[in-house]
């Protein structure tokens, strides 16, 4: 398996603009989690998914932030309209039932909002 | 729910020697307990991590031990060498839900020679 797998890897944009980031977890794990990394705040756990259901959102900052898992092998976070403090690396990570705990993390999306 | 304090935030030690990253946890129901690790410009990999039933864990040059009585847990590398060199994250897992993990703030390690 390629692992978790994100896309774009880095993304620069301008205040207000819609910013959409995705993920393709690793087959078979049904367990999706997105998290945002600052210097500030550290590892941030936004939401996550159980067989494709949101499970808690609690982590979300803001209605401007979204996230969809429309199937087993796609996800996306989204953020309408994008602000400079949303700047980050944003990253999946997925585990399955016989992971044995590891939690597997894709490789980030580095945001920039200008 | 959890909250998860790590120390020290930054670590310098000298390549050979040994390196101790130290955690606290609040949630008592928490029974798993893994460190990452996270290269420059890199994604957070797992390197070790332990469950409630045991007292510690060791895999080559580094182990974990934990006390479930204090509900502190610890990161012991030993021979520290220059690809040391990286952050390392504790985490422990909201009761109930045992792959919602909460991460400590970091700790940045730097190995010099």
């Known amino acids: 398996d390629a692992g978790v797998i994100q896309s774009p890897r880095h993304e620069v944009t301008e205040m207000g603009q819609e910013v959409t980031l995705r993920c393709k977890p690793i087959s078979g794990h049904n367990s999706l989690f997105w998290y945002r990394q600052t210097m500030m705040r550290g590892l941030e756990l936004l939401i996550y998914?159980?067989?494709?259901?949101?499970?808690?959102d609690s982590g979300m900052p803001e209605d401007r932030f979204s996230a969809k898992m429309p199937n087993a092998s796609f996800s996306t976070l989204k953020i309408q309209p994008s602000e400079p403090r949303d700047s980050a690396v944003y990253f999946c990570?997925?585990?399955?039932?016989?992971?044995?705990?590891?939690?597997?993390f894709g490789e980030g999306s580095r945001l920039t909002v200008l | 729910g959890e909250n998860v304090e790590q120390h020290p935030s930054t670590l310098s030690v000298q390549e050979g020697d040994s390196a101790v990253i130290k955690c606290t946890y609040s949630d008592s129901a928490s029974n798993y307990f893994p460190w990452y690790k996270q290269e420059l410009g890199k994604r957070p990999q797992l390197i070790i991590d332990i469950r409630s039933n045991v007292g510690e864990k060791k895999d080559q040059r580094i182990a974990v031990t934990l006390n479930k009585t204090a509900k502190h847990f610890s990161l012991h590398i030993t021979e520290t060498q220059p690809e040391d060199s990286a952050v390392y994250f504790c985490a422990a897992p909201l009761t109930g839900t045992a792959s919602k993990l909460t991460f400590g703030t970091g700790t940045r390690l730097q190995v010099t020679l």
């Open positions: 990570a997925s585990i399955g039932t016989g992971s044995a705990g590891e939690l597997f």
């Open positions: 998914f159980n067989n494709n259901v949101p499970i808690d």
